[in-house]
């Protein structure tokens, strides 16, 4: 053994021991205790899923093109302020997308539903 | 069995997953793997007594839970929760109105002490965030090095020692050993 391999070897002893040492270990009763917690938690169905963001795109998508194809339908009836008013059009297309939460939240319960159902 | 230093994080993507799936074995792994470094980060981390850091520690592990389906696999899981742990850090500083301990992650300058192959200036180890980055880096290693390590150096286990606690003979638990200080060498020094 050469000395910079004793050096290495007392550094890094060093090291793990002011990293790992005395009062940085855990205590192994609670260190068991929150295993068991977690344990607990867990299939009491603490870890959720990941937010829909997939299906909240989509369901926003679907949710511009009913404005978009709305917007034609009014214009092909005729009612041209919908064409002209840019407020009008701004407090129409704001309706139509908060009209998208509940749907979006019933997704949500859905699926956290079936995520309780499988844990 | 080959072991590499930075394992693919889909890896970590999918023991995130069988967690979210209610596996608890996964959990069982995840929490092996990292209870004990985690908590030596949050110690050194946080002046405050031991009680406070023991709740933050348990807070961090129960959000990470909670929290697990925002893991996309980005980063590895450690770092993921170490970043939980940051926040919990900074709330309970926060709320007693401290002063968040503020860390340089990676001195450049502590990182070349660390590497190089001079004897350690014992003031570099008595440095929180040195201390902190140690926990940190065992965190980064494979588990069969980690423990190997922290038996070793930590616990002052003998190489014998080390070697029946890993179900391996002498000269392998020697061989692990000697890449496993490598390692931890080179993960110092990385970003994390």
Redesign the interface.
């Known amino acids: 053994v050469d000395h ?1 391999d004793e ?15 005395g ?5 192994s009763d ?2 068991e205790a ?2 068991r ?3 607990s ?3 009491a ?7 829909p963001e997939k299906a909240l795109g989509l369901l926003t998508a679907l949710g511009l093109l009913a404005v978009l194809s709305t917007l034609v339908q009014f214009s092909q009836a005729g009612m041209r302020a919908f064409e002209n008013g840019f407020w009008p059009m701004l407090i129409l297309l704001l309706l139509l997308n908060l009209m998208l939460i509940p749907v979006a939240s019933i997704v949500i319960v859905l699926q956290r539903r079936s ?1 309780d159902r ?2 | 069995m080959s072991i590499s230093l930075r394992e693919p994080f889909t890896e970590d993507r999918a023991l995130a997953q069988q967690v979210i799936d209610g596996n608890q074995s996964a959990l069982t792994m995840l929490y092996e793997r990292y209870a004990d470094s985690l908590f030596a980060f949050i110690y050194h981390r946080l002046d405050a007594p031991r009680a406070d850091v023991e709740e933050i520690w348990q807070e961090t592990w129960l959000a990470a839970l909670r929290s697990i389906g925002s893991y996309r696999g980005h980063s590895q899981l450690f770092t993921w929760l170490c970043s939980l742990a940051r926040h919990k850090i900074a709330d309970y500083c926060r709320k007693r109105g401290h002063q968040s301990q503020v860390f340089t992650d990676n001195s450049p300058e502590i990182v070349e002490v660390v590497q190089g192959n001079d004897p350690l200036p014992e003031e570099i180890l008595t440095r929180r965030d040195v201390r902190s980055r140690v926990a940190q880096t065992l965190m980064a290693l494979p588990d069969e090095y980690r423990l190997a390590l922290i038996a070793r150096y930590a616990d002052g286990y003998s190489v014998d020692q080390v070697a029946r606690l890993l179900d391996k003979s002498y000269k392998a638990a020697e061989s692990l050993l000697s890449r496993a200080k490598a390692a931890f060498r080179t993960a110092f020094g990385e970003e994390q």
């Not at chain 1, 050096?7 to 040492?21: K, P």
């Open positions: 910079s050096v290495l070897e007392s550094n890094t002893a060093r090291l793990i021991q002011s990293g790992m040492g009062e940085a270990r855990l205590d609670l260190r929150l295993h917690r977690l344990i938690e867990l299939h169905g603490l870890a959720l899923p990941a937010f995520h499988k844990s």
